[in-house]
């Protein structure tokens, strides 16, 4: 399966063109949740990323600690984290953690209930719009299975790539997975450890199986800013995996040099 990857472009997760737009709300509004609010593309990013401006970006003032090592991925859960974790799509789970971050747990509640965010209700957004489509198409964990981390990119309808890992016969299985059946993975997605990985070794396992700075050459040739602009990292264990993701695409992204002179045909 062909997948494009230049922003504004659909890409194919086995729904017709017809759900990209508001036309297609009919008979799935009634099942949609009541606190979604379709949020603008360029706000969604920048408030899951708590964006800095470019130059902030590629300053990167602060050391990394590519060393830190989380004790434990398998920690016990307050409901409410536990429920929107497993929330797959990427904007309904970022307007459930705000809600959860400003302290408005009645709200929640409403929405979450014992069992989470019914499914039929987040299959109906995504004919609402395609941006609700973004991270729905991951595969479900498996028992006792939990999401390291993920990167979310900005494109027509919010791709999702993330890391799952579980316990088992006393090793930390990891896998990478996407939304188009590891079409999009460009190399091994699963590996094993006897304890949790580094920050480092985490993002190198995660950037190696599913590349991040191809994905975004591939859309932005040499313009930096937007390919920063176009991605979120985001990690309940990793607390600065987004901000290593962003040291690697600044290393690695073909920047030209300013007040280099245009070439001209002929």
């Known amino acids: 399966m062909a997948i494009s990857r230049t922003p504004g472009i659909c890409k ?19 099942c949609i949740p009541a606190f979604v609010v379709l949020p603008s593309k360029s706000s969604h990013i920048a408030t899951t990323a708590s964006r800095r401006t470019p130059g902030e970006n590629q300053r990167m003032p602060e050391e990394i600690n590519v060393n830190f090592r989380p ?11 536990y429920l929107i974790s497993q929330v797959k799509g990427a904007v309904v789970r ?3 953690e705000r809600l959860l971050a400003e302290g408005r747990h009645d709200e929640l509640q409403n929405i979450l209930g014992e069992e989470g965010v019914p499914k039929p209700a987040l299959k109906a957004l995504g ?3 395609p941006w609700f489509m973004g991270g729905n198409y991951l595969p479900e964990t498996e028992d006792a ?7 979310e990119l900005a494109s027509t309808t919010f791709d999702v790539t993330a890391l799952f890992a579980k ?16 079409d999009t993975l460009t190399g091994p997605s699963e590996m094993k450890s006897e304890k949790p990985l580094t920050l480092g070794e985490m993002t190198d396992f995660f950037l190696s199986a599913w590349s991040l700075i191809d994905t975004l050459e591939m859309s932005f040739e040499a313009d930096l800013n937007g390919a920063l602009g176009f991605f979120v990292a985001k990690s309940d264990f990793y607390p600065d995996f987004d901000r290593l993701c962003r ?8 920047v030209s040099e300013p007040g280099e002179p245009e070439e001209e045909d002929g």
């Open 145 to 151: 299975e939990v999401e390291i981390a993920r990167i």
């Open 71 to 81: 004790k434990t991925y398998f920690r016990p859960q307050k409901l409410e984290r």
């Open 12 to 30: 194919c997760k086995g729904k017709s063109s017809s759900q990209a737009g508001p036309s297609s709300t009919t008979g799935a509004a009634r």
């Open 127 to 129: 004919s609402v719009h």
């Open 94 to 96: 970022d307007r459930l």
């Open 247 to 254: 040291k690697r695409v600044i290393e690695a992204f073909p």
């Open 167 to 182: 316990f088992e016969n006393g090793q930390i299985l990891f896998r990478v997975v996407d939304e188009y059946e590891g």
